[in-house]
């Protein structure tokens, strides 16, 4: 059984930085190219971030293209979001996924193509 427990939200000022972990267990986290996305209160979930099995490969929204940054460490079984300049607008639940039908060097955007889902952790950007 594939768990995905995710970490490191809180509340921060705009303009602070927060670093998000998610750590695998159950599975070959190696065999995973392993996604971010965010939901706000009244919004749907959306794609932030995603990086290949071997972290070669990262994939951002635009909304946060140059202020966060996806890596992952395979012997630690993580994956981290590093965010820095935060918005407002950054204020979400913040989930991490991971899919294992991706090939070596691929991500996605898509939420549909993830199979397994960590259960969120609350980050809050005040003004």
């Known amino acids: 059984q594939v768990q995905l427990q995710a970490s490191g939200g809180g509340l921060v000022q705009a303009g602070g930085s927060l670093r998000l972990s998610c750590t695998e267990s159950?599975?070959?986290?190696?065999?995973?190219?392993m996604g971010w996305f965010r939901q706000a209160p009244g919004k749907e979930r959306e794609f932030v971030a995603a990086?290949?099995?071997?972290?070669?490969?990262?994939y951002y929204t635009d909304s946060v293209k140059g202020r966060f940054t996806i890596s992952r460490d395979n012997a630690k079984n993580t994956v981290y979001l590093q965010m820095n300049n935060l918005k407002p607008e950054d204020t979400a639940v913040y989930y991490c996924?991971?899919?294992?039908?991706?090939?070596?060097?691929?991500?996605?955007?898509?939420?549909?193509?993830?199979?397994?889902w960590g259960q969120g952790t609350q980050v809050t950007v005040s003004s």
């Open positions: 990086i290949s099995r071997r972290g070669g490969n990262a």
């Open positions: 159950g599975g070959t986290f190696s065999n995973y190219a």
């Open positions: 996924a991971a899919d294992h039908r991706s090939g070596v060097f691929s991500t996605t955007s898509n939420a549909g193509d993830y199979e397994y």
